[in-house]
């Protein structure tokens, strides 16, 4: 799930402006940086996700208005690249920023202590992030399918110079979307520190898998992206407990490399 829900954040905002978010594992990290950083002064949990998320959507709207607003003046093939340039750039910038505040691994703490049924060891924060994760996705697939601003992204994706006739601000609703994509990235970033350590470089392997995820899934496609997430999640956990982890990854490169050589032109 929370393989699915990276590449969804990838997807949504390449699949409305054309732009690779490679900063999207940043903002998954920040999400946990500040939750850790809030903890330290007010010990309530609530008040510390609900500032994490606070906090993600302030910095998100400041990047769509600033940077990607320079990325959306261009068009086609030369927005996608220099997408990737910007983003990645301002990851990288980012990054060396916050390692010098924050150089140690954090994790957001959780209460409810793990349980045994039928000889069966369950971690309650698997539980947690599944539960969760469904939600997120389902309150996206609403939004999406059920919305007039979710009706009016899907046009936008499908088709931007119609949308415009009909009424309707493409770039006001890609910047609804980023943003939406970065809160994604919080809440993921926050559910896998139930888990993980999450330092400053988790961005990198946490914006590699989103990208994985999304090329599997269809790069535009929701429906198909949060398909790959669950899919390429379990292959890795099976071959992570099977052969290790470093094989593991290979693997799902391997699987990312296959999906790109027979599906280029649908990929194109």
């Given at each position: 799930?929370?393989f699915?829900?990276?590449?969804?954040?990838?997807?949504?905002?390449?699949?409305?402006g054309?732009i690779?978010?490679?900063?999207?594992g940043?903002?998954a990290?920040i999400a946990?940086?500040?939750?850790?950083?809030?903890?330290?002064?007010?010990?309530?949990?609530?008040?510390?996700?609900?500032?994490?998320?606070?906090?993600v959507v302030?910095l998100?709207?400041?990047?769509?208005r600033s940077?990607?607003?320079?990325?959306?003046?261009?068009?086609?093939?030369?927005?996608?690249?220099?997408?990737?340039?910007?983003?990645?750039?301002?990851?990288?910038f980012?990054?060396?920023f916050l390692?010098?505040?924050?150089?140690?691994?954090?994790?957001v703490?959780?209460?409810?202590?793990s349980?045994?049924?039928?000889?069966?060891?369950?971690?309650?924060?698997s539980?947690?992030?599944?539960?969760?994760?469904?939600?997120?996705v389902?309150l996206v697939y609403?939004?999406?399918?059920?919305?007039y601003?979710g009706?009016?992204?899907?046009?936008?994706?499908?088709?931007?110079?119609?949308?415009m006739?009909c009424?309707?601000n493409?770039?006001?609703?890609?910047s609804?979307?980023f943003?939406?994509?970065?809160?994604?990235?919080a809440?993921?970033?926050?559910?896998?520190?139930?888990?993980?350590?999450?330092?400053?470089s988790?961005?990198?392997?946490?914006?590699?898998?989103?990208?994985?995820?999304?090329?599997?899934?269809?790069?535009?496609?929701?429906?198909?992206?949060?398909?790959?997430?669950?899919?390429?999640?379990?292959?890795?956990?099976?071959?992570n407990?099977?052969i290790g982890?470093?094989?593991?990854?290979?693997?799902?490169?391997?699987?990312?490399?296959?999906?790109?050589?027979?599906?280029?032109?649908?990929?194109a």
């Amino acid at each position: 799930m929370l393989f699915a829900l990276l590449g969804l954040g990838i997807t949504l905002v390449f699949g409305l402006g054309g732009i690779l978010n490679l900063a999207i594992g940043v903002f998954a990290v920040i999400a946990v940086l500040v939750v850790s950083a809030v903890l330290g002064i007010v010990s309530n949990i609530a008040v510390a996700l609900a500032v994490s998320i606070l906090v993600v959507v302030a910095l998100g709207l400041a990047v769509d208005r600033s940077v990607l607003s320079l990325v959306y003046r261009s068009e086609g093939n030369e927005r996608e690249l220099l997408g990737i340039f910007v983003t990645l750039g301002l990851a990288t910038f980012i990054d060396g920023f916050l390692y010098m505040r924050f150089p140690s691994g954090y994790s957001v703490p959780w209460p409810v202590d793990s349980f045994n049924i039928g000889g069966v060891f369950i971690r309650s924060q698997s539980l947690a992030v599944l539960a969760v994760s469904v939600v997120v996705v389902v309150l996206v697939y609403v939004f999406l399918e059920r919305t007039y601003l979710g009706s009016a992204a899907r046009t936008v994706m499908q088709d931007e110079t119609g949308s415009m006739l009909c009424g309707i601000n493409p770039r006001r609703i890609r910047s609804l979307v980023f943003v939406l994509s970065v809160v994604i990235a919080a809440i993921t970033g926050i559910l896998y520190s139930l888990t993980y350590s999450v330092s400053v470089s988790t961005q990198f392997d946490l914006a590699i898998n989103a990208v994985i995820v999304s090329i599997v899934g269809g790069v535009t496609n929701v429906t198909g992206t949060v398909a790959a997430g669950l899919f390429l999640g379990v292959l890795f956990t099976l071959a992570n407990a099977w052969i290790g982890s470093f094989v593991a990854n290979i693997v799902v490169f391997l699987v990312t490399v296959g999906v790109l050589v027979t599906k280029s032109e649908a990929l194109a």
